[in-house]
């Protein structure tokens, strides 16, 4: 009985021991870069960048755009998910070449370091947002718009708003009816456990909370989509499955609409499959 009771205790100690440590780890890979780290993250040789603020409607927020803008360059914005922030476009970053491209990432609202207490999110103004940054940067030449799963919608909106020339979907989050909550997000939803979760992941929780519902609000607005929608989407994702596709498929116009599979590609395609998107970005602008 002693040594059921004394293996007990090492073992209650033991699980501390790792879930202290599971929270460590879920803090840090939650950090939000510095101004100064995060541009010295994305600067290198192909590109360099300033890094700004802007405020839409009281909200602000930080972005980057290429050092050497010039509107008559294409430019390419490049909306991320969530959670996310500028530095899930690293890779873009290293091989987009400034003398090219104009490249415009922003940490959109309440996903980098300017934290706006009052802020709920919504499609709708985020894509008014992403316009109102965009206008400031438009190119004389071509605009691309790239959203990344909750980006999708995001972007898409955006270009329904004002047409840019190419839209590109990555994994987007669209169809209200295929909607997965992560378990990650229950930390977020049971009293006990929120106090332990990060700001950014509860922004991230109450933006997937509240994302069906926000979606059914645009489900006949993509059937009047027109230009050119490429859609990028793997066929083994578990956090936006595969049904988006057909989803996307049965309501933008035959003619706008353009589908590329990534076969047992998962969620995680923007980066595992960033060289086949860093070619089509460059085929629009051919």
Same mark, same amino acid.
């Given at each position: 009985?002693?040594? *059921? ?10 699980? =501390?021991?790792?879930? /202290? ?17 995060? *541009? ?10 300033? *890094? ?25 914005? *490049?909306? +991320?998910?969530? @959670?996310?922030?500028?530095? #899930? ?5 290293? !091989?987009? #070449?400034? #003398? ?22 919504? @499609? ?20 691309? @718009? ?17 047409? +840019?020339?190419? /839209? ?5 989050? =669209? ?35 509240? +994302? ?17 929608? =490429? ?13 988006? /596709? ?12 353009? +589908? ?11 980066? !595992?499959?960033?060289?086949? @998107? ?9």
């Amino acid at each position: 009985m002693k040594i *059921l009771k004394k293996i007990l205790r090492y073992l209650g100690i033991l699980l =501390i021991i790792v879930l /202290v440590g599971i929270i460590s780890y879920f803090y840090w890979m939650s950090q939000i870069p510095s101004d100064t780290s995060l *541009l010295k993250s994305i600067n290198n040789e192909n590109h360099s960048f300033t *890094l700004l603020r802007n405020s839409y409607e009281g909200i602000t927020y930080r972005y980057v755009v290429s050092e050497n803008f010039d509107d008559e360059k294409p430019t390419i914005i *490049l909306v +991320h998910g969530s @959670i996310g922030s500028i530095t #899930s476009f690293k890779e873009y970053t290293y !091989s987009l #070449s400034d #003398s090219e491209f104009n490249l415009l990432i922003l940490d959109r609202p309440n996903y980098g370091n300017d934290f706006n207490e009052n802020y709920e999110q919504s @499609i709708s103004f985020e894509a008014l947002l992403v316009n109102n940054l965009s206008e400031q940067y438009w190119s004389t030449q071509e605009n691309i @718009i790239l959203g990344y799963s909750y980006g999708g919608p995001i972007a898409l909106f955006a270009h329904a708003l004002r047409p +840019h020339d190419s /839209v590109i979907l990555v994994s987007p989050a =669209i169809d209200p009816d295929n909607e997965v909550v992560p378990p990650p997000i229950y930390f977020y939803k049971w009293s006990l456990t929120r106090p332990l979760v990060p700001k950014v992941w509860v922004e991230a929780s109450k933006e997937k909370l509240g +994302h069906v519902e926000d979606l059914k609000q645009y489900i006949d607005l993509w059937k009047s989509i027109q230009g050119n929608i =490429i859609h990028i989407h793997g066929n083994n994702d578990p956090i936006v499955p595969y049904e988006n /596709v057909q989803f996307l498929q049965s309501r933008i116009p035959e003619n706008s609409y353009t +589908h590329i599979l990534i076969d047992e590609g998962g969620h995680g395609i923007l980066w !595992s499959e960033y060289k086949k @998107i860093l070619e089509l970005i460059k085929e629009q602008l051919a």
